[in-house]
């Protein structure tokens, strides 16, 4: 498990360094946004295979479902309500000044 993810991490530091440098051209880049796009889908697909073959994932979707909705609504709610408070105590008081 931890080779793999230094494989990641390898390969991820690699692209990086390959694409600051600009050894590719702008052509190369539109080609490699479809590729990522292509290798996107394809994952999600592999995703959902897995995930569908799980019999207890599929038997337990609903609760799933509904922690999910119910976890999704919440960091909505509070994101919300920390960002009401940040901007009347902390960018309210750079106007008063």
């Known amino acids: 498990m931890t080779s ?6 390898a390969l991820l530091a690699a692209g990086l360094v390959l694409g600051r440098a600009g050894v590719f051209g702008k ?22 295979i897995n995930l569908g073959s799980d ?3 599929v038997e337990s979707l609903g609760t ?15 994101s919300i309500i ?3 408070i940040y901007s009347r105590f902390v960018v309210g008081r750079g106007k008063r000044g």
Do not use: A, E, P
């Open 64 to 78: 799933i479902g509904i922690k999910g909705i119910m976890f999704g609504l919440s960091t909505i709610l509070f």
């Open 4 to 9: 793999k993810l230094l494989l990641y991490l």
């Open 27 to 48: 052509k190369m880049y539109s080609s490699l946004d479809r590729l990522q796009m292509m290798c996107l889908m394809l994952l999600l697909l592999m995703m959902g």
């Open 55 to 57: 019999r207890k994932i």
């Open 82 to 84: 920390f960002v009401n």
